[in-house]
């Protein structure tokens, strides 16, 4: 296995607080940084699971233009929806074996949810190993993503277990309600309602979780005790936590245009007639996709980088830990005949 490390010319303080544009700078000043052993990193641990995501996900879209193309194919039984366009249409696709239910859209994205934990422990890693000796190499990034594995992945399920539960507590009471609701007036508003207490305490929580994973990557807490230090480490920080994350999505969006457009490119031209449906444009539609997995998986990186600085500079801001580190170093860090040299 290849051990190329990064750079240590330009040394990056994590543990430092920084505003809003600084972290920003900060995700694209540590990729520049660590490009190559994470890029590799990333090729060896994490590629598998986007290749398979992108295989069955290019098996899937090829399968379902060629049903949809086929003047043969039937549609399904609608029957028992009664005017409900969006039923009819999910039951006629899986009854052309082209639904969510499809073995390749399930394989699609249990490959997808692996790849992408893995990526989000990986980039955690990859922070705890320049955290460690001020630069990475493969080894280095992999041992970090074994020492951290388990807890963090516990975490982030706990996480989904806990937002699972939240919207199902409340999408049953709020059935209830809807159900005696009689006026047509009185149910459009509390489906209103009803998308209101979803949608803020969904959003809420989940910013907040989404410190959880860090926490316990870099402090090596439990679930309970890492969503606990977020609810402490976020309190009055919620809204620029917020921001960096949407800003992040949206320049990841932005950015994974590289990747995703021609995956939507050969499916469009095979569609219109452009390009024959033949096994050589099934296999490009299966290798854009497969592409356009990875630019996804190694953009999320952006986004996980993100969290790891907004971490350190909580943690700054509540603690100062980072500083007190470099108060305590004053004076052993160097030998008299280094200081004079340095000065």
């Known amino acids: 296995m290849s051990n190329t490390t990064s ?32 890029i590799k990193s990333v090729l060896f641990f994490v590629s598998p699971l986007a290749v398979l995501a992108g295989i069955f996900g290019g098996l899937y879209q090829s399968k379902a233009m060629d049903s949809l193309l086929s003047p043969t194919t039937g549609g399904g039984n609608t029957a028992g929806f009664g005017t409900n366009p969006f039923l009819a249409v999910m039951e006629a696709m899986n009854s052309k074996g082209i639904g969510i239910t499809s073995p390749q859209y399930l394989l699609m994205l249990l490959f997808t949810v692996l790849g992408s934990l893995a990526m989000t422990i990986l980039s955690f890693a990859a922070m705890r190993a320049y955290r460690a000796n001020g ?5 280095s990034i992999w041992e970090n993503f074994k020492q951290i594995f388990g807890k963090t992945l516990l975490t982030m399920i706990v996480n989904f277990v806990i937002l699972m539960f939240l919207i199902l507590i409340v999408s049953v009471f ?33 910013i907040v979780f989404s410190l959880s994973p860090a926490i316990t990557a870099f402090e090596g807490k439990n679930p309970t005790e890492s969503i606990s230090r977020a609810f402490f480490l976020i309190k009055d920080k919620w809204w620029s ?74 943690v700054e801001r509540k603690e100062g830990t980072g500083l007190l580190q470099q108060i305590n170093t004053i004076g052993t860090t160097l030998k008299p005949s280094e200081e004079e040299d340095e000065y």
């Open 174 to 206: 709020g059935g209830l309600f809807f159900g005696a609701i009689a006026s047509t007036a009185g149910k459009i508003f509390m489906v209103i309602v009803l998308v209101i207490i979803i949608i803020v305490p969904l959003m809420y929580f989940g």
């Open 135 to 139: 630069e990475i190499s493969v080894d």
């Open 7 to 38: 750079s240590k010319t330009s040394s990056i303080i994590l543990e430092q607080e920084r505003d809003f544009g600084t972290k920003i700078s900060a995700c694209f000043t540590f990729i520049g940084a660590t490009f190559r052993p994470f």
């Open 241 to 314: 936590t917020f921001g960096l994350l949407i800003t992040l999505a949206i320049i990841s969006s932005f950015m994974s245009y590289i990747f995703t457009i021609p995956a939507a490119i050969i499916p469009l031209l095979k569609g219109f007639g452009v390009i024959s449906n033949s096994p050589m444009t099934n296999f490009l539609i299966i290798l854009t996709t497969v592409f356009s997995m990875l630019g996804t998986f190694l953009l999320s990186a952006l986004g996980h980088f993100g969290l790891g600085f907004q971490y350190f500079n909580l």
